[in-house]
């Protein structure tokens, strides 16, 4: 029994080749619609789609071409090619504006660009058009059943596009840049004033201003040194309890130390 089974599987999937190759030679775009979307529904999307791609130029403007054009994009999707899936699901959305997969093409279009965003350490440019795109779909359905999705996705890329911002005003304190970084993160503070970073964006402004100050020359110390207090101050009016407060207390104990001999 086994034996006839596996024999009767075999046939079926001979079968099922075969059709699909005769398919791809035929110049009966009938049959090759047919193979494409018998492909589709059993989830072989590459093979679809390579039918998909002799067709679609002969399909638009015939009744079947809705259904043609959203498969073939969906196996772009599924297949994982985030690129062609979003043009694909951005030409289906603005050819067919009344289908009733208008708004999930909409969604699954703008969600395929947040999965070309790359590590928030590369150019985040790809990152930005995701979030315009989808804050495109959340403006223009705002019940949608998408929206909870959609608003976790910006979350997510916002989030990465403020970390790349703080690493690199970061990263002239890091290089001992002192002043740039001060401007740099100043900017930053300013451009994401939510921004999760923003106790470390104050601790790393004052750690700048700090270290400017107690190395600079004596004409220009004192004035460093109560903008340090300064930075200081808004680090602890914005989180009296910050993690960075036992360094920030020995650095601040130094400005106030250098400042006595100002005052004599």
Avoid: W
């Avoid at 030679?25 to 619609?33: F, G, R, T």
């Avoid at 899936?85 to 009344?98: D, L």
């Avoid at 999930?104 to 315009?132: I, R």
């Avoid at 705002?142 to 979350?155: E, F, Q």
Wanted: proline share 3%; charged share 25%.
């Amino acid at each position: 029994m086994k034996k006839i089974i596996s024999l009767l599987l075999l046939i079926v999937l001979f079968s099922s080749c075969s059709e699909y190759q005769k398919a791809l030679k035929s110049d009966d775009i009938a049959v090759k619609y047919e193979s494409a979307t018998k492909m589709y529904e059993k989830g072989k999307y590459e093979k679809a789609i390579r039918l998909f791609e002799q067709i679609a130029p002969s399909y638009k403007g015939k009744p079947q071409a809705e259904k043609l054009f959203y498969m073939y994009s969906q196996s772009y999707y599924k297949t994982q090619q985030y690129y062609l899936a979003g043009y694909q699901f951005e030409n289906f959305a603005s050819s067919y504006p009344k289908s009733e997969k208008h708004e999930e093409a909409s969604f699954l279009g703008a969600k395929s660009y947040s999965k070309l965003s790359p590590v928030y350490s590369l150019d985040q440019g790809d990152t930005d058009k995701a979030v315009d795109k989808l804050q495109s779909f959340i403006d223009t359905y705002p019940n949608s059943t998408y929206l909870a999705d959609a608003n976790a996705i910006v979350k997510e890329l916002r989030y990465k596009i403020e970390k790349k911002a703080f690493e690199n005003a970061k990263q002239y304190n890091t290089i001992s840049d002192f002043k740039a970084a001060q401007i740099a993160l100043d900017n930053f503070i300013s451009d994401f004033p939510g921004t999760t970073f923003k106790e470390d964006a104050l601790f790393y402004k004052f750690d700048s201003a700090y270290k400017l100050a107690i190395n600079s020359v004596p004409q220009k110390m004192e004035e460093r040194l109560n903008i340090a207090k300064s930075a200081y101050n808004s680090l602890m009016k914005f989180k009296s309890d910050s993690k960075y407060n036992q360094k920030a207390s020995e650095m601040i104990a130094t400005v106030d130390k250098n400042l006595k001999q100002f005052s004599k």
